[in-house]
């Protein structure tokens, strides 16, 4: 059974760092291109970051852009999003998800995720 489980959440002070991390578990996850997308309270999901299932294509939202890093460890089956620089705008409830196609990591490009990890950030 395919199933994704987010970690790596938790209460950090703006400037600081999180790195989350998402287990798959049932598939490789070099079989998919796979990402990140959160969704902070009352607002709609916001696609962060995208990786190739080669890794050698990467793709962030502006507003990540040179904060955010993605990686992943075909070894480990794990993938990463180093956060850097966090901001109070970067809470919300990040998940980690297979990719239906490799495009703009838009939410709709998802096609399943975990349950989430949970990143507050206090200004």
């Known amino acids: 059974q395919l199933q994704l489980a987010e970690s790596g959440g938790g209460l950090v002070q703006s400037g600081g760092s999180l790195r989350l991390s998402c287990a798959a578990s049932?598939?490789?996850?070099?079989?998919?291109?796979i990402g990140w997308f959160r969704q902070a309270p009352g607002k709609g999901r916001e696609g962060v970051s995208c990786i190739s299932r080669s890794g050698s294509s990467t793709h962030y939202a502006d507003s990540v852009k040179g904060r955010f890093t993605i990686s992943k460890d075909s070894a480990k089956n794990i993938m990463y999003l180093q956060m850097d620089s966090l901001k109070p705008d970067d809470t919300a409830t990040y998940y980690c998800g297979l990719l239906l196609f490799f495009g703009q990591c838009a939410p709709g490009d998802f096609g399943h995720w975990g349950q989430g990890t949970h990143v507050t950030v206090s200004s």
């Open positions: 049932g598939y490789t996850l070099d079989a998919y291109d």
